[in-house]
């Protein structure tokens, strides 16, 4: 790949998209093997940046790292710079004086894997900023369905919930659509941020009308704070109005799957039943992010561009 | 008295709505005489020739960060960035540490303007103490010393009581009012326009009608009191129709746009350019449209710029982290004199905006070329480009999303109170070159 940060799903072609695709598939190999390891990255160095918690995510990219030989190093948020005050500026030019090959980043606002990218020679990986994008959350998710479906092309994915605060469905818009899906969102209107239709996305605010002909149902987790916030007027009603049960799942087309970025809440949107069904592949999206995160931190290490984007 | 001639210049007369040919002189800090200029060897003589000849500019509307951030800028540098600007005056808006909400801050300002000897620097005083939307500031006694304006801007004045006690005050003191017109709740934790780009990027919008409510309001408040009321940076088009419509039927409001808002959208601010972030932030192409139309048909009296300097370290942050702002007064001009290219604005128009209407605005005597009138006046070259380069800046700060960008009309010189100062080396003077910033 001929970029040096992977900051979202936006600036990717759809080739680079494939490739990364392709590559997950090798690397899906490696997993499958009794001996999960292989050498390729032996003596490179992948620090994980997390600003804001998520145990799932940095797992993952530490797997991911340690299945291919590299040296991980994480840099909790309690323990960062962050909290002492020192900008994102300072710990770019930190990370790179500890010699760090990539960063996988996650942080609470919106455009900081950009701006740190610019000032580190590391190669970045967005592990999310704020509301803005989740680019390898996608790509797990674009590799799940191509597995399960066999393609991309001329489905169409529905996501449901909130989709205001979340970085996965605006990675995924882009994703999908360069791979010629169809993508729907569903969700109550203080939930659905403005202007999609311009993007190319149908918003729909009842679920009646999103999930038939759709071939994936893509869940997305509610977080309580929004209650608090005066977004929505209640749990219950949540539940009522846009949980995922079977009833509702019936709307949908009669094979399509079920996804969740997880975890999960059970009974609030989306019942037990739909979550423990056939239908739900969550615990694929699992495994193949490894996969995925292996194919990216391959393909930006072992960039060619070294040295160019950055100041 | 010294005397300096400026010859051979178009004068741009914004009352009569005409250029015509003609010498400047000034004696002392009066102009003396407009028309042909009688021989006289010990004058300065600027040559004038392919300049257009205006009042001296007024920015009524700027942020000189002194006292408190003199990091960011002081009034001296201020001044200094005004004068290359092709301003004469502005108006230094007082979200000071200390904020200018008392005599003393109000004659510091003005001393300090005086002692930097460069565009005149008048102060607004705040509306509230502290510009916390509690307690009215001692609005009498800032008037007194000095205060040509009185506003909270950058926070508006929530409590509508509050605000029509403030306004019924300056009303009696004569000043007007400048409103930042924005409904805290309704852009309660928003970084730039709520929009699709927005949407895209990630960030939290700020509604149009954050603003339209607030404009709404303080229209409604000023045909309570009489008292004037000054829109501040409008920027979207709900704005620029509530105040259209309050003036035909008699309101006494007028109001501001900056460069920034009629020039760019909210798409500046892709990439998280922290540069593009403004409040009132960048809005649509309808926006902008609105804006130029409110400016062509008059609802928008003037422009004014908002200069609102950061150090860089401020600005090299995440999106949400940065302060809100842009340098505009060394820009101004050259973005300006756009419009009358594309026909928006004609020459006297655009002098209207950027001199005269201020000066009304405000009670100034100046804004006019007049015999006997105050001595400040900015020439213009219309075809003198340049690209912005933020380290040529007399300012502190170069914060700004114009770096790069070729503009032409540019300022090549200022009278201020009869003092010649060039600013670009267009113009070869006679004697007594002084003070080449
Ligand atoms: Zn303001
Ligand atoms: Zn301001």
Redesign the pocket.
Known sequence: MQRKDLLGLEELGADEIRMILDTAGAMREVIRRDIKKVPTLRGKVVATLFYEPSTRTRFSFELAAKHLSADTISVAAATSSVAKGEGLVDTAKTIDALGADAVVLRHPAAGAAAVFGRYTRAAVINAGDGMHEHPTQALLDLYTIQEQKGRIEGLTVTFVGDIQHSRVVRSNIWGLKKLGATVRVCGPRTLLPPGLEEIGVAVFTRLEDALPGSDVVYVLRLQRERFAQGLLPGVEEYARLYGITRERLALAKPEAIVMHPGPLNRGVEISAAVADSGRAVITQQVTNGVAVRMACLYLLIRRENDDKAYH | MTRLIIKGGTVVDPVAGKLFQADVTVVGDRIAHIGKAPADKDATVVDARGCLVLPGLIDM?VHLREPGYEYKETIATGAAAALRGGFAAVCA?PNTRPVCDSAAVVGFVLERGKAAGRARVYPVGALTRGSEGKELAPLGEMRAAGAVAF?D??RWVRNGNLMRRAMEYAAMLGAPVIS?C?DPDLSAGGVMHEGVTASVLGLRGMPAAAEEVAVARDIILAALTGCHLHI??VSTAGAVRLIREAKARGVKVTAEVTPHHFTLTDEAVKGYNTNAKV??PLRTPADVAALKEGLADGTIDVIAT?HAPHAREEKEVEFDAAPFGMVGLETAVGLTMALVREGVLTLPQLAAKLTTNPARILGFEGGLLREGAPADITLIDPELEETVEPECFASKSGNTPFAGWRLKGLPVGVVVGGRWFAVRPRVATGRRTRDKK
Do not use: F, I, T, V
């Open positions: 509307h808006m506003s801007d950058g930042h924005e501040a940076h409040n009132p908002d």
